[in-house]
């Protein structure tokens, strides 16, 4: 069943996300033997794109998005036929009101009131007196943002979305998210922004265009697994259950799929899979402490409810952030302003993102409830009547964020300290490195690890052919 005709063992990739699928293309490319395993009914992980009836959406609407040359070269050979440019313009929507994202000082003092700008400015600037007289290290969120924006802004814009997504106080957030999801923001950044036509092309939260295939993001995971099917396999719903090795290397692991299952050797292995199941799925299994840090990262699940509509258009927007507690989902978005493809001519379709924690009154919600939730408050938020609802999907994305409560650096730490001992094992990925990777990052980790495989085997080989060499010398003496 999993084919290894030749005897050749070559390397196990576990996971089918865009980080697996980068590593199997690039080493297949370069004639190597590769087998992918995804646990799930189709490749892409978090980055697919779902297709019923006739409309598409993605878990939540991806924008690919790279500063760096050789990502970008790497996605555009790949499915430049595909690839539109799409224009971004975001919202936040509170109190009733859209304000613009990101946050311009005119727009911010229009909607919230005069008093309160200017609050807002006088405590960012208190801020800022306080950090020259004493840094004081930021370890949550709350610490962060309340440092670079101010305690208002901190209350208005980010405490109640943050702990939205998060499920957990700001407090106990760790900084360590934040500072890579905003990395570079400031208010005085956001001013300067809007005042002095600062285009912050090069911050990722600040793009203002960025490239999307125009058949959802799915297609780019799609496109990989085409590449890696030329010459080798993916097995899809395929789930690695355990991890074999000798203490040095990682030798086989364990797959199992509704029809099949048995062990597949390997010579190298990627994961890209949840790093806390790689420590648990290790046979023989680590020292304790170990299995403890992996108990303690734990991640944030995603509830994407869509509902699709019997009208062209409802918003001009990308996304629409909402922050507010009373509104149990966190942002919306409408694909038809990606791309029109993505509904049938004259339809369109909204997708609302439910942060949630496997297991909780929200994951354990029936989809027709999650539905009957999410209609109630677009209509009353006015984006849509009743009537126009003609179908709807719901999709539960488990393991969607790391979870970076404060301290996880340290569980992290230890299990990658143990995990080196493995020389054959190459962690890659949002999930399998914990980290708060975005597509690029994802494809750029899932290169790394094949280009690190690929200069072991040429240095092996080179090894092989000077031995060669040096048994020749050796024997004409
Ligand atoms: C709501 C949301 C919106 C986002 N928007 C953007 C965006 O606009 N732009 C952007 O660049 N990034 C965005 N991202 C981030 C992007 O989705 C990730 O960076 C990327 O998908 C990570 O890919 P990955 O392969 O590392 O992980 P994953 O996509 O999580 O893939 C891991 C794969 O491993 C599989 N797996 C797990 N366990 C097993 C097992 N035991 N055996 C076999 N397979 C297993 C899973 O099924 C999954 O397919 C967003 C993420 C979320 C949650």
């Not at 999307?212 to 099917?229: C, S």
């Not at 420590?279 to 992996?294: G, W």
């Amino acid at each position: 069943m999993f084919k290894n005709p030749d005897g050749h063992k070559g390397t196990i990739i576990m996971g089918g996300g865009l980080t697996g699928l980068s590593a199997g293309c690039v080493l297949s490319r370069a004639g190597q033997r590769v087998r992918v395993f995804e646990r799930a009914i189709e490749v892409g992980g978090i980055s697919k794109t779902i297709v019923h009836n006739g409309f598409r959406f993605d878990l939540g609407g991806h924008r690919f998005f790279s500063t760096d040359p050789k990502i970008n070269a790497f996605v555009k050979d790949l499915i430049s036929d595909e690839l539109i440019l799409v224009g971004r313009s975001s919202k936040i929507y509170l109190r009733n009101k859209f304000f613009d994202y990101p946050l311009k000082p005119v727009n911010a003092l229009l909607g919230l009131g005069f008093m309160t700008t200017l609050g807002a400015v006088a405590d960012y600037g208190l801020e800022k007196v306080k950090g020259l007289i004493m840094e004081k290290e930021k370890v949550s969120l709350e610490d962060w943002v309340v440092s670079n924006f101010g305690r208002t802004m901190f209350n208005i814009y980010f405490k109640e979305y943050s702990e939205k997504v998060w499920g957990i106080d700001c407090s106990r957030i760790s900084a360590e998210w934040v500072a890579q999801r905003i990395r570079g923001l400031s208010l005085s950044t956001a001013i300067r922004n809007a005042f002095f036509k600062f285009s912050g092309r090069d911050l990722p939260t600040l793009t203002d265009r960025f490239f999307y295939p125009d058949r959802g993001i799915g297609r780019i995971a799609e496109r990989l697994q085409e590449e890696i099917e030329l010459h080798n396999e993916v097995y899809t719903n395929t789930g690695i259950e355990q991890i074999n090795h000798d203490g040095q290397s990682i030798q086989s692991v364990y797959v199992k799929n509704h029809v099949s299952e048995g062990l597949v050797k390997g010579d190298q292995f990627v994961a890209s899979i949840p790093l806390p199941r790689i420590v648990q799925m290790l046979n023989p299994a680590p020292p304790a402490e170990v299995l403890e840090a992996a108990l303690r990262l734990s991640f944030r699940d995603l509830i994407v409810v869509t509902i699709m509509l019997d009208r062209p258009r409802v918003t001009d927007q990308t996304w629409i952030y909402i922050p507010e507690k009373n509104i149990p989902f966190g942002r919306i978005h409408e694909p038809t302003n990606w791309s029109p493809k993505m509904a049938p001519e004259g339809k369109t379709l909204l997708v609302t993102e439910f942060f949630s924690t496997r297991g909780d009154a929200l994951w354990n919600e029936s989809d027709a409830g999650l539905v009957a939730t999410a209609v109630d408050h677009l209509v009353r938020l006015g984006f849509i009547r009743k009537e126009e609802v003609i179908d709807s999907v719901v999709v539960r994305a488990s393991r969607a964020y790391p979870l970076f409560e404060v301290g996880f650096e340290k569980n992290c730490a230890t299990i990658m300290d143990y995990l080196g001992r493995f020389e054959n094992l190459h962690l890659a990925g949002r999930i399998g490195l914990f980290k708060y990777y975005n597509m690029d990052h994802a494809i750029g980790s899932g290169i790394s690890a094949a280009e690190t495989i690929l200069e072991r085997l040429q240095r092996s080989e080179k090894v092989g052919d000077d031995d060669g060499e040096r048994e020749l010398v050796g024997s004409s003496r």
